[in-house]
């Protein structure tokens, strides 16, 4: 905080203008302070208080905006730059790579040429990875997309050799997963993806010398309203996937820096090529994702990357429960959420299974519907704004119906208030964005029970 003098407090005697937390309301504010003569020699203090919080919050929040955008216009003009070396070296590099295998391609076994020609190509093929990393920096790695299950490369680089090989000078680091099985597919090219959990797992484990644990799940997630983290975060259906250990953590310096080419604190020539962390930087903005970190120092840090949802199916999917299994009979279902988006998809996953539907926007029209039909089950959003939540809406369904069944749905993890609508009577907990199989096991069970 500062305080003026008298004279900058427009010249009186004893008065000070400082700008900080008001003592009194523990509030920002511009603060006037003057002492007063009173009476038998004695002085009156005299403190006036503006409210100016708001104001405090305006600026640190567009000082915060200000950051990204500069963030972004760094990574940008970086990329632009890597952009046009690798396009140089890959010239470059095409003959070192080509060349020497044409040439052992036509020599014998024996021939002494064939060990220095292949250490020449293997030579160029590491240096053409670092080219296809400076290309993902530069966003023009991704060339093609395709339907891909994310369980499936975590699963295949959690059980490589590669991941073995890094693993094993680490050899107190052990790596655990929590994959979601009803996990929805994203569009995208599961090379990059891959070496882009492979970067997240390997820098995991190089900021964690006395040994522990890397804890790494995946899970779908509806995001209804934007959220400010690293970067915001906009609304939408998300795979996400988490990565999280203890540790050193990272500074808020260091945070904004640490998607940055070459920046880091881990010793250059050993550590790899000092471009992983760029290179998921690169992976998630191609994909159309974003990144959030949390991290506090000396306890750990968890890294989020958000990849937007396809709908469509991918390629030899994972094997399914049959349909059958969990179809409807014509039971009445009532689908309360507050995004439009929502109903017509669940209304469609319902009447696909051979659900009636009905929908209502809001807890107050869920309730209006009650009293004039009776579902079989509600499927009933957690956090619907404004008005009533899941949980007040459904301590009033049970108020007209002490028997309602439900099942719950909600785009962040569970909660304390899941919990209490469960006590209540409620069923399962499913996860937005749903998937056919897990919204109709999850209605068959409860209305089975």
Same mark, same amino acid.
Request: glycine share 8%; hydrophobic share 40%.
């Given at each position: 905080?500062?305080?003026?003098?008298?004279?900058?407090?427009?010249?009186?005697?004893?008065?000070?203008?400082?700008?900080?937390?008001?003592?009194?309301?523990?509030?920002?504010?511009?603060?006037?302070?003057?002492?007063?003569?009173?009476?038998?020699?004695?002085?009156?203090?005299?403190?006036?208080?503006?409210?100016?919080?708001?104001?405090?919050?305006?600026?640190?929040?567009?000082?915060?905006?200000?950051?990204?955008?500069?963030?972004?216009?760094?990574?940008?003009?970086?990329?632009?730059?890597?952009?046009?070396?690798?396009?140089?070296?890959?010239?470059?590099?095409?003959?070192?790579?080509?060349?020497?295998?044409?040439?052992?391609?036509?020599?014998?076994?024996?021939?002494?040429?064939?060990?220095?020609?292949?250490?020449?190509?293997?030579?160029?093929?590491?240096?053409?990875?670092?080219?296809?990393?400076?290309?993902?920096?530069?966003?023009?790695?991704?060339?093609?997309?395709?339907?891909?299950?994310?369980?499936?490369?975590?699963?295949?680089?959690?059980?490589?050799?590669?991941?073995?090989?890094?693993?094993?000078?680490?050899?107190?680091?052990?790596?655990?997963?929590?994959?979601?099985?009803?996990?929805?597919?994203?569009?995208?090219?599961?090379?990059?993806?891959?070496?882009?959990?492979?970067?997240?797992?390997?820098?995991?484990?190089?900021?964690?010398?006395?040994?522990?644990?890397?804890?790494?799940?995946?899970? *779908?997630?509806?995001?209804?309203?934007?959220?400010? =983290?690293? +970067?915001? $975060?906009?609304?939408?259906?998300?795979?996400?996937? !988490? @990565?999280?250990?203890?540790?050193?953590?990272?500074?808020?310096?260091?945070?904004?820096?640490?998607?940055?080419?070459?920046?880091?604190?881990?010793?250059?020539?050993?550590?790899?090529?000092?471009?992983?962390?760029?290179?998921?930087?690169?992976?998630?903005?191609?994909?159309?994702?974003?990144?959030?970190?949390?991290?506090?120092?000396?306890?750990?840090?968890?890294?989020?990357?958000?990849?937007?949802?396809?709908?469509?199916?991918?390629?030899?999917?994972?094997?399914?429960?049959?349909?059958?299994?969990?179809?409807?009979?014509?039971?009445?279902?009532?689908?309360?959420?507050?995004?439009?988006?929502?109903?017509?998809?669940?209304?469609?996953?319902?009447?696909?299974? *051979?659900?009636?539907?009905?929908?209502?926007?809001? =807890?107050? +029209?869920? $309730?209006?519907?009650?009293?004039?039909?009776?579902? !079989? @089950?509600?499927?009933?959003?957690?956090?619907?704004?404004?008005?009533?939540?899941?949980?007040?809406?459904?301590?009033?369904?049970?108020?007209?119906?002490?028997?309602?069944?439900?099942?719950?749905?909600?785009?962040?993890?569970?909660?304390?208030?899941?919990?209490?609508?469960?006590?209540?009577?409620?069923?399962?907990?499913?996860?937005?964005?749903?998937?056919?199989?897990?919204?109709?096991?999850?209605?068959?069970?409860?209305?089975?029970?």
């Amino acid at each position: 905080m500062t305080r003026a003098s008298a004279n900058e407090a427009g010249g009186h005697p004893g008065a000070a203008i400082w700008e900080g937390l008001n003592p009194i309301t523990n509030k920002w504010s511009i603060n006037v302070e003057r002492v007063l003569p009173w009476v038998n020699g004695r002085y009156a203090y005299l403190h006036i208080a503006t409210d100016i919080s708001h104001l405090k919050k305006l600026q640190e929040e567009r000082e915060k905006m200000e950051a990204q955008l500069n963030r972004a216009q760094k990574m940008e003009a970086i990329g632009t730059l890597a952009g046009g070396v690798a396009h140089d070296l890959n010239n470059v590099l095409s003959g070192i790579t080509s060349y020497p295998e044409m040439l052992i391609w036509n020599l014998d076994d024996a021939n002494s040429m064939r060990k220095p020609l292949m250490t020449i190509q293997k030579a160029g093929e590491k240096a053409a990875e670092i080219v296809q990393d400076l290309l993902t920096l530069a966003r023009r790695g991704v060339m093609t997309k395709e339907v891909v299950d994310l369980n499936d490369i975590i699963s295949d680089y959690l059980g490589s050799p590669e991941c073995a090989k890094m693993m094993s000078y680490h050899k107190n680091i052990a790596t655990t997963s929590s994959l979601d099985p009803y996990l929805l597919h994203l569009k995208g090219s599961s090379i990059h993806i891959r070496k882009t959990i492979m970067n997240l797992v390997s820098n995991a484990a190089e900021v964690k010398p006395d040994g522990g644990e890397i804890a790494i799940s995946t899970y *779908n997630r509806n995001i209804d309203l934007p959220e400010k =983290g690293f +970067e915001e $975060i906009r609304q939408g259906d998300f795979v996400t996937f !988490e @990565i999280s250990y203890k540790g050193c953590g990272i500074s808020e310096e260091d945070k904004e820096r640490i998607f940055e080419p070459f920046y880091t604190k881990k010793v250059m020539g050993r550590s790899g090529t000092g471009l992983g962390m760029a290179v998921v930087w690169g992976t998630v903005q191609d994909h159309h994702g974003f990144i959030d970190i949390k991290s506090t120092l000396d306890e750990g840090t968890t890294f989020y990357l958000y990849f937007p949802v396809t709908r469509e199916e991918a390629t030899g999917g994972k094997k399914r429960v049959p349909v059958s299994t969990y179809m409807g009979n014509g039971q009445l279902v009532l689908i309360v959420d507050d995004n439009k988006e929502q109903r017509i998809i669940a209304s469609g996953i319902l009447e696909t299974l *051979n659900y009636k539907t009905m929908v209502a926007a809001s =807890g107050e +029209e869920a $309730i209006g519907r009650l009293k004039q039909k009776e579902p !079989e @089950i509600l499927l009933l959003d957690m956090i619907m704004e404004p008005g009533m939540d899941g949980l007040e809406t459904y301590q009033q369904a049970i108020a007209i119906n002490p028997e309602q069944k439900a099942i719950i749905a909600s785009g962040f993890a569970e909660t304390d208030r899941v919990r209490e609508v469960q006590r209540l009577g409620a069923g399962q907990f499913i996860k937005k964005p749903y998937t056919i199989e897990a919204v109709g096991l999850a209605i068959k069970k409860e209305l089975d029970n």
